[in-house]
């Protein structure tokens, strides 16, 4: 299954929905092309990896890729909605570690309006 990116706006922070794969190749170069050029105009960023069910290690890389661009710009992206999947693969590779990650979309944007406070 190809990746399918929404974008859509919830308080000033973007919400980027990812549906299908995040694979080596054009998906992960659409992600990582349609977010950077998102990044100088939106400050907080929030991957909504529900509709992902598989990340392969080039998916991966697009990951840390964008946080690090991101945290560079003086921006943020969290990631929200993990499938158990990508959750154990995240684990396993010890990126729990880096990106903020929240079980649900709502609970990254309130993580986002605190800090805002």
């Known amino acids: 299954m190809q990746l399918k990116l929404s974008t859509r706006t919830v308080d000033g922070i973007l919400i980027v929905d990812c549906s299908g794969r995040i694979i080596f190749g ?9 977010v950077k050029k998102l990044l100088p ?9 529900s509709g992902t069910n598989y990340i392969d290690s080039g998916g991966l890389g697009t990951l840390v890729s964008l946080y690090t661009s991101a ?3 003086g921006s943020a992206i969290k990631l929200a909605n993990l ?13 729990l570690t880096v990106f903020e990650v929240y079980d649900s979309e709502q609970k990254a944007l309130d993580s986002f309006r605190k800090e805002a406070a």
């Not at 105009?41 to 990896?49: A, E, H, T």
């Not at 499938?83 to 990126?95: A, E, I, W």
């Open 71 to 73: 945290k560079n710009s």
């Open 41 to 49: 105009d939106n400050k907080k960023i929030i991957l909504n990896l």
């Open 26 to 34: 054009e998906e992960s170069s659409l992600l990582r092309d349609t």
């Open 83 to 95: 499938t158990q999947r990508v959750g154990d693969l995240l684990q396993v590779t010890k990126l």
